[in-house]
């Protein structure tokens, strides 16, 4: 019996499923979407919503309970060198680069200095949920499974920022087919239209010739 054993174990041991809690958690506030397994995902879900709670509390208090559940790391670790080639390909990302001045490289091009990730919380993640009492993600079924052990995938979101990255996986035949027939129907409407105008404009030099 589980008698007050709360969470999911995962078959994995406290130390490893702490650790990796906390990495997903990471993941998700840096590029505001990751891909995992449905029941990680229902793992730790609660996790990241209750430390979205404490940072719109704001102050120290919320500050170092946040970093004690969380691994500080740069929240920008996938920013490219700007005189490099790959300067752009995050420029798709769900949260804007910060300011050059706050970014620093080394001479080979690797990132020294960049905002940690408990200040981007704060500052960033927080303030988008100042108005919503909850439901700060959702969890999206992909139609894909998992190389290996075929296990069903999904993508953990941040709720609001739903221009971001294809989610949905592909398309269904439903909604392909009315597509078409969205089109098809759009189509009809423009032949008859134009077709309702040249009679029209066929009697109107006519009319002008009488005259």
């Known amino acids: 019996m589980r008698h007050r054993v709360m969470g999911k174990q995962l078959c994995l041991k406290e130390d ?12 998700l506030f840096e590029h505001g979407q990751i891909e995992t397994t449905i029941p990680k995902a229902h793992a730790v879900q609660p996790f990241v919503e209750k430390m979205i709670t404490m940072a719109k509390r704001g102050g120290l208090a919320a500050r170092r309970v946040i970093e004690s559940r969380i ?7 996938w920013v490219a060198d700007p005189n490099t080639k790959d300067a752009k390909k995050n420029a798709h990302d769900l949260w804007e680069l910060p300011a050059a001045s706050t970014i620093e490289f080394n001479r080979y091009g690797e990132l020294r200095a960049a905002p940690r990730l408990v200040h981007h919380i704060m500052t960033k993640v927080a303030p988008l949920y100042a108005d919503r009492p909850g439901g700060y993600t959702r969890i999206i079924k992909l139609d894909k499974r998992r190389v290996g052990d075929q296990t069903n995938l999904c993508i953990l979101q941040l709720v609001g920022k739903e221009d971001g990255p294809q989610v949905s996986g592909r398309r269904s035949n439903r909604r392909r087919t009315a597509d078409k027939r969205t089109a098809y129907a759009s189509e009809l409407r423009k032949k008859s239209a134009s077709a309702a105008a040249a009679p029209a404009a066929s ?3 006519s009319s002008e010739a009488s005259a």
């Open 203 to 205: 009697t109107e030099p």
């Open 71 to 77: 691994n500080d790391r740069a929240a920008f670790a």
């Open 16 to 27: 490893h499923r702490r650790a990796m809690l906390r990495n997903l958690a990471a993941g």
